[in-house]
């Protein structure tokens, strides 16, 4: 969990290709430029703020059908909204790490069963393993 | 939009409209002259001889008059043939990714990325001196097409350079145009829907 950005050597043309990764990959060197990495950091930020999103947006869409379909009720989903809302917000804007000791450490509440904690743990843990 | 459709005719022996009715024709027994004719037999020559400046090849030879019928030669929209249309699915596994892809000959792709997401690095580049624009739609039902920006995963010249070297995903019916820049050595994102 500490990727670092390598810039591709002796490109044949145009500009070379940047990699985000655990270790460095041949035929690439790791960049120093401090304005650089901060750069390359944004970007990085505006995909984690973009996947934490759509994964709310998914996650909200299944309580919903869940709802719909008498799996819960209004008042558990609501409950659960209440009980996760750092969670959201901070999925919301990208936080995945934050995210990460968030759910581990929330204890369970309701429909916030440790079956549900367990598969967000999970996500997070796959998506913060891949990405930072 | 119908047409009129003027004939060749012998004026000596076609004979004459009913009342109140003309009749339009080229006289091949007058200089194939172009001529009115009332329901009392009398003509009036209307044009010069159809070999003259009323003869389609004279005063229209590239068929624009046609091209004003036609609503997308009217607009100037390109009509793609289907010959330049390529219809797609990978059923590779998850680990396949589209790298260097060919487009061949074809300049509209419809892309289906199957069962999983796909990385997208690049399109094979087109020759010195020709330029080219790809059409890529994402075709799938729920996966997505991932554009990777100036990815290794591609020859140097075959990669894609996207906004703000940020990549970003074709959904479901999402389409994306790619020009090639030979200066860059580089295809750059045209539009994108």
Known sequence: MARKFYIEDNVSSGEPSIKFELTKPSGFTEITDADTIKELYLIQYKYRIKDGKEWLLSFTSDRYIDVLNGVYTDAEVFALETHIKDLQEQLNNGCWLTAQNTNSSLGVSGIYTKSMKDEIQATIDSYVAENY | ?193
């Open chain 2, 1 to 193: 939009m119908g047409k009129l459709v003027i004939t060749t005719e012998n004026g000596s022996t076609l004979g004459n409209p009913a009342s109140g009715e003309f009749y339009i024709f080229i006289d091949s027994n007058n200089s194939n002259k172009y001529t009115l004719r009332n329901s009392a037999g009398s003509d009036t020559i209307l044009g010069g001889a159809v070999s003259g400046d009323m003869l389609a090849s004279t005063y229209d030879p590239t068929g624009v008059a046609q091209d004003v019928y036609n609503y997308a030669n009217a607009l100037g929209l390109t009509q793609i043939p289907t010959s330049q249309i390529r219809e797609y699915t990978e059923s590779g596994g998850v680990s396949v990714d589209f790298d260097d892809y060919d487009p061949t000959t074809y300049n509209v792709h419809f892309l289906n990325p199957g069962s999983h997401d796909r990385d997208f690095t690049g399109i094979v580049a087109p020759s010195a001196g020709v330029n080219r624009i790809v059409v890529i739609i994402n075709s799938g039902t729920n996966k997505k097409l991932k554009f990777k920006h100036n990815d290794s995963g591609s020859a140097a010249a075959n990669r894609i350079m996207l906004a703000n070297n940020s990549d970003f995903d074709l959904t479901k019916g999402a389409s994306v145009q790619f020009i090639y820049n030979h200066t860059e050595d580089r295809w750059y994102t045209y539009t994108y829907y």
